[in-house]
């Protein structure tokens, strides 16, 4: 391994809670273990819960007083942030903070890496990224499905990319309880409370599924469509739905379930539900993103197409007529997690993208 200093200013959209921010930690635990120094510079703070984890894991997190729309301000913010702390490289993540780390980096002569997580993009995003991708020295793409896309939609050369799959699986991750004879079966999800998430679906799937096996479903996750979702699920009158609002402890919260759904019409890898099968939970989820390479089917759980409530309700049915089944399903889902998403090749993947850092340093300095 080189001895070359790297400095890593790694530059996201803000510091909200959720699946997507829980990672960040890891990730840069990685980096800071090959010999990185890194801080983090976020746009705009919004609820600030995934704040509280970057800084306990001892990286200093530099964040904008400002809001989503207010580019020009949060460019100059950047520039001007970015010149005191003097970084070699700057990482982004998310579109925002890819086109902004862009411009500061072309401006400075900083070498950038950016991050792809999702597999939808705005139109006008995309033709952004596209028109820019250039000026990102290397891409990261999230998951299999996310570098697939990445290359396709932003014609990013293969050179030019690769694939850290943003989700580490944990040996030692707390594990839920088997479900018992007489108990009700429990069934989680996490995830904000958008229309990408589709819980509108899991609640009117709710509504066909057929059992007498009792169960309940409790929905962990803050956002817009909180109201609309829960006069929803009481127009089909239905009471085995419970919301309970945001979750600060994602793995407690996992282990007091036996079964996750995960009913999203959009998704990159997923982290909640590859969260969901470390745990030794089955997942029932929509055919997207990184979740059919994940999820084999009738081993380790379901699933089914997108914005479908029937379908989603037949694999809801299909399980509850047959609860003993669920553990043997979640133990199959912890092994496959384990084996395709460790630590040891997880850090690896991080170490390399971290020395084709230090090269493109070298380079740049050169030339």
Not at 2 to 16: G, H, M
Not at 88 to 111: C, E, K, M, Y
Not at 194 to 219: C, F, M, N, Q, W
Not at 251 to 266: D, E, G, I, K, M
Request: charged share 20%; proline share 5%; with cysteine.
């Amino acid at each position: 391994m080189s001895d070359q200093p790297v400095r890593i200013a790694y530059v996201i959209n803000s510091v909200e809670g959720g699946g997507a921010a829980s990672p960040v930690p890891v990730v840069l635990g990685v980096l800071r273990d090959g010999g990185a120094e890194i801080a983090v510079f976020a746009l705009t703070a919004r609820d600030r819960r995934g704040e509280a984890a970057i800084r306990d894991a001892g990286f200093d997190v530099h964040v904008r007083v400002g809001g989503e729309t207010d580019h020009a301000a949060a460019l100059r913010w950047l520039d001007a942030t970015l010149r005191d702390w003097k970084p070699t490289h700057l990482w982004t993540s998310l579109t925002r903070a890819t086109l902004l780390g862009q411009i500061v980096g072309l401006r400075r002569g900083w070498p950038v890496v950016s991050w792809q997580h999702a597999a939808f993009l705005k139109p006008a995003n995309r033709v952004l990224l596209r028109a820019m991708q250039r000026l990102s020295r290397l891409w990261v793409g999230d998951s299999s499905a996310v570098t697939r896309l990445t290359a396709e939609r932003l014609r990013v050369p293969t050179d030019r990319l690769v694939q850290w799959s943003i989700f580490r699986a944990e040996p030692d991750a707390l594990q839920a309880s088997p479900w018992r004879s007489g108990q009700p079966v429990r069934i989680g999800s996490l995830g904000r409370l958008h229309r990408v998430k589709g819980y509108d679906v899991l609640i009117d799937a709710l509504a066909l599924v057929e059992t007498s096996t009792p169960y309940e479903l409790v929905i962990a996750g803050d956002g817009a469509e909180r109201e609309a979702l829960g006069a929803r699920a009481r127009a089909l009158g239905l009471e085995t739905l419970r919301f309970a609002g945001y979750e600060a402890d994602p793995a407690a919260f996992l282990a007091n379930c036996h079964l996750y759904v995960q009913p999203s019409r959009s998704e990159g890898l997923c982290v909640a539900a590859h969260e969901a099968m470390q745990t030794g939970l089955p997942v029932i989820a929509s055919a997207v993103g990184e979740l059919p390479a994940s999820i084999i089917e009738g081993e380790t759980g379901f699933t089914v197409p997108p914005g479908d409530p029937v379908a989603l309700a037949a694999a809801l049915s299909k399980v509850l007529a047959d609860p003993a089944q669920l553990a043997a399903l979640g133990r199959a889902g912890r092994v496959r997690v384990l084996a395709t998403f460790g630590p040891e090749r997880f850090a690896a993947t991080g170490l390399a993208i971290l020395e084709r850092m230090r090269a493109f340093g070298l380079h740049d300095r050169a030339s």
